[in-house]
């Protein structure tokens, strides 16, 4: 069964850097679109950056020029390393993967993991 597994949130200082990493699994072929979406306490959950199979991104403006996702489709992991970090980037992120099979969509998600950014 899919499974994702979230891992490298934690506490760091403002300007700091931190790399997430979410490993997938379950899937024989792989995963279309996966990403990461975050949730601030009294926010809505937001994209965060989105990465096809292909390697096409795409990120919201807040993280522009600071977050970088990539994957490894050989070993379905999608990762973000967020650079600059500001303290308004605390929040729980969440991994996200896309599946399509039998002309069905599937999303799944991570359970998410807390980036604290201090001042």
């Known amino acids: 069964q899919v499974q994702l597994m979230e891992s490298g949130g934690g506490l760091v200082q403002a300007g700091g850097s931190m790399r997430l990493s979410c490993a997938a699994s379950?899937?024989?072929?792989?995963?279309?679109?996966m990403g990461w979406y975050r949730q601030a306490p009294g926010k809505q959950r937001e994209l965060v950056a989105t990465?096809?199979?292909?390697?096409?991104?795409r990120y919201a403006d807040s993280v522009k020029g600071r977050f970088t996702i990539s994957r490894d489709n050989a070993k379905d992991t999608v990762y973000l390393q967020m650079n600059n970090l500001k303290p308004e980037d605390t929040a729980v992120y969440y991994c996200?993967?896309?599946?399509?099979?039998?002309?069905?969509?599937?999303?799944?998600w991570g359970q998410g993991t807390q980036v604290t950014v201090s001042s």
């Open positions: 996200n993967a896309g599946l399509i099979r039998n002309d069905f969509k599937y999303d799944y």
């Open positions: 379950g899937s024989l072929f792989g995963f279309n679109d």
């Open positions: 990465i096809t199979r292909g390697g096409s991104t």
